[in-house]
Antibody, heavy 120, light 107 residues
Framework: EVQLLESGGGLVQPGGSLRLSCAAS????????MSWVRQAPGKGLEWVSG????????YYADSVKGRFTISRDNSENTLYLEINSLRAEDTAVYFC?????????????WGQGTLVTVSS | SYELTQPPSVSVSPGQTARIPCSGD??????AYWYQQRPGQAPVLIIY???ETPSGIPERFSGSSSGTTVTLTISGVQAEDEADYYC??????????FGGGTKVTVL
């Protein structure tokens, strides 16, 4: 059974930093590109960042470029998102998502999300 | 970057058919994917590559494509189909994008 378990969210002050983790199980982790997708309270889904299976290629939405860093440890089956210079508009549930085996531009498994709240 | 446009809401009576369009220039070149999200839950993939249905997804869910518009169709809508639905695609440079989402209300 595929499982993605996010952690690391919490309450942080504006300008602060946070590191989110996503532990994967039930898959050959290194085989799949992964992404982070966020959802602000009451709002829609927003793709934030993606990384290739090897970790050699990374991608970012314009809204987070320069502040967020995605990485992965294939030996630990874990995906990370380092978030710096946090702003109120970064408040959201952050989901990790696995790219689909049958349609590599889509996501077939999602974690339950971790909530990041940016507030003073 | 590019955009995908969906109607904010669709209302349908039980047993009827709901259709949710999603438009964007990139859809003429890249596949679309559809997700269902119930309140407080993670999204679930219900359509991939415009028209394909993952195993375990009810047959009443189907997808179609024409030019720069893709459409999610829910035939014989049931109360449990009340949820938010999102289309999604990506470009060749490694940018993914979601539509704004459509709230389906079962009357």
């Amino acid at each position: 059974e595929v499982q993605l378990l996010e952690s690391g969210g919490g309450l942080v002050q504006p300008g602060g930093s946070l590191r989110l983790s996503c532990a994967a199980s039930g898959i050959t982790f290194r085989t799949y590109a992964m992404s982070w997708v966020r959802q602000a309270p009451g709002k829609g889904l927003e793709w934030v960042s993606g990384i290739s299976g090897s970790g050699g290629s990374t991608y970012y939405a314009d809204s987070v470029k320069g502040r967020f860093t995605i990485s992965r440890d294939n030996s630990e089956n874990t995906l990370y998102l380092e978030i710096n210079s946090l702003r109120a508009e970064d408040t959201a549930v952050y989901f990790c998502a696995k790219t689909s085996a049958v349609g590599p531009l889509g996501f077939d498994y999602w974690g339950q999300g971790t909530l990041v709240t940016v507030s003073s | 970057s590019y955009e995908l446009t969906q109607p904010p809401s669709v209302s349908v009576s039980p047993g009827q058919t709901a259709r949710i369009p999603c438009s964007g220039d990139a859809l003429s070149k890249q596949y679309a994917y559809w997700y269902q999200q119930r309140p407080g839950q993670a999204p679930v993939l219900i359509i991939y590559k415009d028209t394909e249905t993952p195993s375990g997804i009810p047959e009443r869910f189907s997808g179609s494509s024409s030019g720069t518009t893709v459409t999610l169709t829910i035939s014989g809508v049931q109360a449990e189909d009340e949820a938010d639905y999102y289309c999604q695609s990506a470009d060749s440079s490694g940018t993914w994008v979601f539509g704004g989402g459509t709230k389906v209300t079962v009357l």
